[in-house]
């Protein structure tokens, strides 16, 4: 169905971001705009993701000029629920970046290029065209890089230059790999691409642009062995723009990945088979490299990398049942991981320190929010019937069927792994007495009101939405169920592009 409002997503957060340009020098307005910016945006998203659960894909052609000759735009399940979840964690980070984001920091800009960030994601969700898929994933970089180096501390540098260096390197990778699909089907539209890149003759060919996008997509989403940027930049802001960035950055790769490998590049045994082999490594290598880390920025980053190998695992399976999974652990880990760093951030002000071996008796001080903190841990791990649960069931259920072993194995040993480092990180941090030759953080007594709800309603609204996810997963799985049927049979994507009846 054509409708020229859903860019709404896009447009809204580029005028938010240029408003906010507006108050550079006014910290309290930008931080009271952002956060009814988020609201607002939150709103949009909802009203776009009803409307295409209700009456089903919602396309526009830029300057009316039909597909594939122009621009298109297309609001389908995946794409709206994923800009949904974006307009969830941006709320979040926008409550808790108005008490925990220095002002110094407010008024280089921080705020306009938050709203920036998402307006990018939201364009990379949206879009039905390679190259402007790359160039959203542009906006993000440059967004991204802008927030990483905000505060100009040396360990921000260091971690933002190795950053933007590995992501530039899969921007050229995606580049190339555009350049050679407009040489092989004369096209850039997704839609066109699909119907043209199988009739072309010359296999080896596609197979070598496929293997572009693997690793363009695999840089951008720390698919193994091509994530050692991640652990190295993710720790190095403060918690607000960690936050953001574990939860949505590299899922957005992600998101390319399953975009191209089930529309563009599809029934290759090949890739399937070395999409199954690096997920597997993926996981255990970021299971194991949790372990040996003491500093709890890099515990999750190291995670981050471990989970990202659940959502490969789905793809390279490529079956309705391993997708819903995918789909599942996707719209789980995007709530927890953005959550997870705001925890992480708090824990830190609370011992003074970010490295585990010297904090420690949090149980003990602060009970209620140890509890409070427990919920998005534990549905990290995936206790059941936490939200991390249900899609690993999902995932290993089709490895099986498909006698994927290899897979089922990684997956077990790699939630094995992830319930060993939340063991470890609860022990340290929450039942073992604090060291006395640490460090002391700042007592929650001492916080003011304002800081006490800046910090404490995005935590509560996540773990909500994390538990919502796991309690009332046959919604989920009901959500997951047909983003995973649109996967496996694009012709109705295909169709509502083209025009096709």
Not at 122 to 127: I, K, R, S
Not at 135 to 154: A, Q, R, Y
Not at 173 to 182: K, S
Not at 361 to 373: M, R
């Amino acid at each position: 169905m054509s409708n020229p409002y859903i860019i709404l997503p896009i447009v809204f957060h580029m005028a938010a971001a240029v408003i906010l340009m507006f108050c550079w020098f006014q910290p309290r307005v930008q931080k009271l705009l952002s956060i009814l910016f988020s609201l607002i945006g939150l709103g949009i998203s909802v009203w776009l993701f009803r409307l295409v659960w209700h009456e089903g894909f919602q396309v526009t052609q830029a300057g009316n000029w039909d597909a594939p000759f122009g621009i298109s735009f297309i609001a389908d399940t995946l794409g709206s629920t994923l800009g949904l979840l974006s307009s969830i964690s941006l709320l979040a980070v926008s409550i808790f970046s108005t008490v925990s984001m220095r002002e110094e920091r407010i008024k280089f800009g921080y705020f306009p290029t938050l709203h920036f960030l998402i307006m990018g994601l939201q364009g990379a969700f949206l879009t039905a065209d390679i190259f402007n898929l790359y160039v959203w994933f542009e906006v993000v970089i440059i967004s991204s890089f802008v927030l990483l180096t905000l505060g100009g501390k040396k360990t921000q540098l260091e971690g933002a230059l190795k950053y933007v260096s590995l992501n530039l390197l899969a921007s050229t990778f995606f580049l190339i790999g555009i350049a050679l699909v407009y040489g092989l089907t004369g096209s850039l539209n997704l839609a066109d691409v699909a119907i043209k890149i199988g009739a072309v003759e010359n296999r080896g060919l596609v197979n070598m642009t496929a293997g572009l996008f693997l690793v363009a997509f695999g840089i951008k989403s720390a698919l193994f062995p091509m994530y050692f940027w991640l652990p190295a930049s993710y720790h190095t802001p403060p918690a607000a723009i960690s936050a953001i960035f574990a939860g949505l950055l590299t899922k957005v790769g992600v998101y390319a990945m399953v975009r191209m490998f089930t529309m563009v590049f599809i029934g290759d045994t090949f890739m399937s088979i070395t999409l199954s082999g690096l997920a597997a490594l993926t996981i255990i290598s970021g299971g194991l490299g949790a372990i040996r880390q003491q500093h709890l920025g890099k515990i999750f980053g190291y995670l981050i990398i471990c989970h990202i190998g659940f959502l490969f695992a789905g793809l390279g399976i490529f079956t309705e049942l391993a997708l819903v999974g995918t789909i599942f652990y996707l719209i789980h880990d995007i709530v927890v991981k953005t959550n997870l760093f705001i925890v992480a951030g708090l824990m830190n002000k609370l011992t003074g320190s970010p490295f585990i071996k010297e904090q420690g008796g949090l149980y003990a001080k602060y009970p209620l929010l140890s509890l409070l903190f427990a919920i998005p841990l534990f549905s990290l791990v995936g206790i059941p019937p936490l939200s991390g649960f249900w899609a690993k069931v999902y995932l290993i259920q089709a490895s099986f069927e498909t006698r994927e072993f290899l897979l089922v194995g990684s997956i077990i040993f790699g939630s094995f792994l992830t319930l060993w480092v939340i063991a470890k990180v609860w022990s340290e941090s929450f039942w073992k007495d604090k060291p006395e030759a640490s460090s002391s953080g700042k007592p929650w007594s001492t916080f003011s009101t304002k800081e006490k709800w800046g910090i404490l309603v995005p935590i509560m609204f996540l773990s909500i939405v994390s538990l919502y996810i796991g309690l009332a997963a046959e919604n989920i799985i009901s959500l997951a169920s047909r983003i995973a049927a649109e996967l496996m049979d694009p012709s109705a994507y295909i169709n509502s592009i083209l025009g096709m009846k």
